[in-house]
């Protein structure tokens, strides 16, 4: 399939690429999603990065040359990379107060190198997926979809609000914002895709549970949303993504009709050059006074 027409201000040719949508029949809440396959242009959001915004197509491209210097140890992303990239989301957003959602996945790696066979063999026989497996990175997601329903929002702001270790201040509303971070330099294999949020219809997104490690830990079962094709639908990407650039898009915003679509994609005709992807992918509580 093709997408709308996009704005002016692309000279550069859009990519040709393959992401799942949801079947066509599914309905409006469903257990387990079955996707299909389709074709999309992804246009350079380079191209028109100084008109972006969050309050219009719900993402941005921030920069910012991180201090981090572990961060493929958990502790080193909670004590450091978590303080900094709230930072970054509270000068994208204008929020008076920005925190870490408060689960296991808040801030997640993910990398597009190969499963190793065994784990392949492990995932088939033991029927557990990429993040239940210890010592494996998950790979990314390539399907259509967004992290968070209204009642997913609420539940998880509970459990901020609870956490001994978070002092949330009295607030008009709130946000959730997700952000988007390459850790190894172009060129890469695969990337994130972004819907323009304003190109997303209701009657485009399908509930479904989703299940992220240990079902029974709070947090770890939430409500989800996947998309259905539709030739509105607006796709962006960032090319040759650097280590100090962030991208910072809308998880949820009470305010806003729908929020921000987006999947990874393998880039085509990426060459021999291409380095597997290797991102942080994290995800904050934004309160507004």
Do not use: C
């Not at 990337?191 to 304003?198: I, N």
């Not at 709070?218 to 991208?247: D, M």
């Not at 806003?256 to 060459?271: K, S």
């Amino acid at each position: 399939m093709s997408t709308a027409t996009p704005p002016d201000g692309f000279p550069q040719a859009p990519l040709r690429a393959t992401i799942g949508y949801a079947a066509p029949t599914s309905s409006p809440a469903e257990k387990k999603i079955r996707y299909v396959a389709h074709t999309i242009d992804v246009h350079d959001a380079r191209q028109i990065r100084s008109g972006l915004s969050l309050d219009g197509e719900g993402f941005v491209l921030a920069e910012h040359e991180i201090r981090s210097a572990h961060l493929e140890d958990p502790a080193e992303l909670a004590r450091v990379y978590a303080p900094e990239i709230a930072e970054v989301v509270r000068e994208a957003t204008g929020a008076s107060y920005v925190v870490p959602q408060t689960t296991w996945w808040s801030i997640l790696p993910r990398t597009s190198e190969p499963l190793p066979t065994e784990v392949i063999a492990q995932l088939s026989r033991d029927g557990q997926t990429h993040y239940t497996v210890e010592g494996v990175t998950p790979r990314p997601a390539g399907n259509a979809h967004a992290d968070y329903t209204p009642h997913t929002a609420e539940e998880l702001l509970e459990l901020v609000r609870s956490d001994p270790r978070v002092a949330v201040p009295p607030f008009r509303r709130f946000g959730i914002y997700q952000t988007w971070h390459v850790l190894n330099d172009p060129p890469h294999d695969n990337t994130l895709a972004l819907a323009d949020s304003r190109s997303v219809h209701d009657e485009d997104l399908v509930t479904y549970d989703n299940i992220l490690g240990i079902p029974d830990e709070p947090g770890n079962t939430v409500r989800s949303r996947a998309g259905k094709a539709s030739e509105r639908h607006r796709w962006y990407y960032f090319s040759h993504l650097r280590t100090n650039e962030i991208i910072v898009f809308v998880g949820y915003d009470p305010a806003r009709p729908n929020n921000v679509l987006h999947t990874g994609f393998n880039i085509p005709d990426a060459g021999p050059a291409a380095r597997p992807r290797l991102s942080l992918e994290a995800r904050f509580f934004a309160f507004f006074e």
